[in-house]
């Protein structure tokens, strides 16, 4: 699948969630992850997965060129919602030589389809741990904290 039909596809999908949520149906690890448009100013609002890896909580960049990206690295807070649950917290952005590990282990305790999200959508070469260890520098993750 070409990245444009796929990003289609995945932006029509996080409507559907964004809606789902909004009415107070919360499901898997998906969460409502809002914060200010580093331009604008203006809240945007995008669906994201929060992964928990050995009792922290992560969040990573599955998609090239992901919008909430930049603007999470401007904003000092974001509000992740859940259901009808929101939560104002800190994104504390991973440095790199620490991304390859928590990628490894992403692999190791998710099913399989996280990993293959990765890869159809450009960010990795294959669904294995070396392969998402490598594209490391092309995944930014951030560990969720109170804020």
């Known amino acids: 699948m070409k990245e444009h039909s796929y990003r289609r596809m995945v932006n029509s999908v996080n409507k559907v969630i964004i809606g789902l949520q909004r ?58 919602t859940r259901g009808r649950r929101s939560a104002t917290a800190r994104l504390v952005e991973i440095p790199l030589p620490e991304r390859g590990p928590l990628l490894r282990r992403l692999v190791a305790t998710s099913p399989a389809r996280v990993a293959d999200i990765f890869v159809s959508s450009g960010q990795a070469e294959a669904a294995t741990a070396d392969a998402m260890a490598a594209a490391a520098p092309r995944i930014a993750i951030f560990r969720v904290e109170p804020a």
């Open 23 to 80: 009415t107070g149906i919360a499901f898997g690890p998906m969460q409502l992850l809002t914060v200010p448009g580093r331009r604008t100013g203006r809240p945007r609002t995008f669906a994201i997965a929060i992964n928990e890896l050995d009792g922290e909580r992560y969040i990573f960049q599955a998609f090239p060129k992901a919008a909430w990206v930049a603007n999470a690295r401007a904003a000092s807070t974001v509000t992740l």
